[in-house]
């Protein structure tokens, strides 16, 4: 049989999750799904995902590549792969993509959103509590707008990574940081070429410090000047978090003309 390329895009509750990496004896995502693969395709694979996200953290557009060899057609490979999966996490679509299309490599653009749920009432009649933070104090959601222009462009974002995040380089492109309200929710959504660990969450923490008052929203270019990380505010929990969605290149979407599905 034909090795094929599958790019598979899923969506999963990240709250039952040790995150997206496979780790020994922890539940995760990525372990999850290739069990699921295993005991449907029966050789050995590995899935490669866009990213890694972190325990808690939720996703509707995660991408994933993997390499089969089967007689289940890649039309009817998503359906048959949520008949064995958990209901915390679904094959949203799986098609088959060039030789090349690799998933973390090959990703240009990605979009998290994070979500404040910024009542002073408890959010567990909306069902909020699972998917949003629950921030009681009030925002000024036009300074936390203007704090997120800081964050637009390339720069280095020490400042805003993990203790302990060493990368060769800190530099990321962060394409938009948008800061809007919604009934009883905030939401922050940020475009970028790629983050650094807790990246998202860290630029999130401080712009609640400067939406309650506690910092001016020209600090943050301070903040980010001096790549400390001592300077920026909190890490944001986890579960406000998600993976919107992941951009590639169009060539690299396209499946090889002389590979075919074999019929099953």
């Known amino acids: 049989m034909v090795e094929r390329n599958v790019r598979l895009l899923l969506a999963y509750d990240g709250t039952d999750f040790h995150g997206w990496q496979r780790q ?21 694979l590995e899935l490669v995902g866009s990213g890694r996200t972190d325990a808690g953290v939720h996703a509707v557009g995660q991408c994933a590549n993997v390499r089969i060899r089967s007689r289940v057609p890649t039309e009817r490979l998503a359906h048959a792969l949520n008949g064995r999966l958990p209901g915390d996490v679904a094959v949203v679509s799986a098609e088959q993509v060039s030789d090349e299309f690799h998933a973390t490599q090959g990703a240009v653009r990605k979009r998290y959103r994070y979500t404040i749920y910024a ?38 974002y020490s400042a805003m990574a ?14 938009r940081c948008d800061v809007r309200r919604e009934y009883q929710c905030v939401y922050v959504e940020v475009d970028g070429s790629g983050f650094l660990y807790n ?12 939406g309650r008052g506690r910092w001016e929203p020209d600090c943050v270019a301070g903040i980010l000047a001096s790549r400390n ?36």
């Open 24 to 44: 020994p004896n922890l539940r995760t995502v990525q372990g999850v799904v290739e069990d699921a693969l295993q005991r449907l395709i029966g050789h050995p």
């Open 162 to 175: 993990s203790s302990g995040c060493v990368r060769r380089t800190m530099v990321r492109t962060v394409f």
């Open 119 to 156: 009542m002073s009432c408890p959010p567990v009649a909306s069902l909020q509590h699972r998917y949003a933070y629950h921030y009681w104090e009030p925002l000024d959601i036009a300074r936390m707008r203007r704090a997120a222009s800081y964050f637009v462009g390339t720069m280095d």
């Open 229 to 264: 990380r001592v300077n920026a505010g909190p890490t944001a929990p986890a579960h406000g978090l998600c993976l919107q969605w992941v951009e590639y290149p169009e060539h690299l979407l396209k499946p090889p003309e002389t590979t075919a599905d074999i019929p099953a």
């Open 199 to 210: 990246q998202v969450r860290n630029m999130v923490g401080t712009l609640l410090e400067v």
